[in-house]
């Protein structure tokens, strides 16, 4: 099966601790996206990859970072310096104009 | 600056009735206009999708309605189901670029 694979699917971080999420695609795009969902609003872009090699901030990007060594992976790390962590982590991937998204990653802050 | 405005942020239909769901948009450099549905600790799937070279666009029992000149559109659900039950996102995604930006959602309810 094609797709984006995130995991964990549940992920608990302690006060200070750096945590990376993984997301692999097998779908051969070129586009990775990270976005964080909260509660009652849309979803709000991190990071986001165009090709290996290369990626830029997105809107809410302070606390996070992102690698893309491999066309198939696009890890995002939540640093320390991300002070309200706690939110739900989605991963997609672009293909022309339609965006495949993975299952998400629930991270919590204890 | 919210670019993408969703309302409402909730909705309750009854089973056959009509869910709408409305966006704004304010920057002309969006070209693409795709709606997401969202089942609780999923991801969100494209639903359906419209240009704005067209007004109107359906698909089964969902249907885009487009209005350039006023920068909104619209999600209409016929004879909604307890099934359809989920969060519905817009967004506009501006193709040169290769972004998207997402409304807020909308938690739409289908009581049987």
């Known amino acids: 099966d094609g797709g984006i694979t995130q995991s964990p699917k549940y992920l608990f971080r302690k006060e200070g601790q750096n945590v990376t999420l993984s997301c692999e695609q097998n779908?051969?795009?070129?586009?990775m996206y990270w976005y964080r969902q909260d509660p009652g609003q849309g979803l709000r872009l991190i990071y986001y990859s165009q090709i290996v090699n290369d990626f830029q901030k997105g809107d809410i990007a302070e606390g996070y970072s992102v690698s893309r060594e491999k066309k198939e992976s696009f890890p995002l790390t939540v640093t320390s310096a991300q002070k309200n962590p706690t939110a739900f982590y989605l991963c997609a991937s672009i293909w022309y104009t339609e965006a495949f998204f993975g299952q998400g990653t629930r991270l919590t802050v204890v | 600056q919210q670019q993408v405005k969703q309302s409402p942020q909730s909705l309750i239909v009854q089973k056959g009735g009509i869910s709408i769901i409305n966006c704004a948009y304010e920057n002309t450099a969006f070209d693409y206009f795709p709606w997401y549905q969202q089942f609780p600790g999923k991801g969100p799937a494209l639903l359906i999708a419209?240009?704005?070279?067209?007004s109107e666009k359906k698909e089964g029992r969902f249907t885009i309605s487009f209005n350039k000149s006023a920068k909104q559109f619209s999600l209409h659900i016929m004879d909604s189901q307890p099934g359809d039950s989920a969060t519905y996102f817009c967004a506009a995604t501006n193709t040169n670029a290769g972004k998207s930006t997402f409304g807020d959602g909308t938690t739409l309810t289908v009581k049987p």
């Open positions: 419209i240009r704005p070279d067209v």
């Open positions: 779908l051969n795009h070129d586009a």
